[in-house]
């Protein structure tokens, strides 16, 4: 089933990601774990 979303922008979109509704993530990401990685 194709999104009227990604249809429009279809010029603008590397890659469409499906899955469940709900996803819940565990863990850490260190690297980003701070301010000023956030910023950049």
């Known amino acids: 089933m194709a ?11 590397a ?3 499906s899955c469940f509704d709900r996803v ?5 990401l260190p ?3 701070h301010a000023r990685a956030v910023e950049s």
């Open 3 to 13: 999104c009227p979303f990604v249809e429009r922008h279809q010029a603008d979109v």
């Open 15 to 17: 890659g469409v990601v």
């Open 24 to 28: 819940v993530l565990t863990g850490s």
């Open 31 to 33: 690297d980003i774990g």
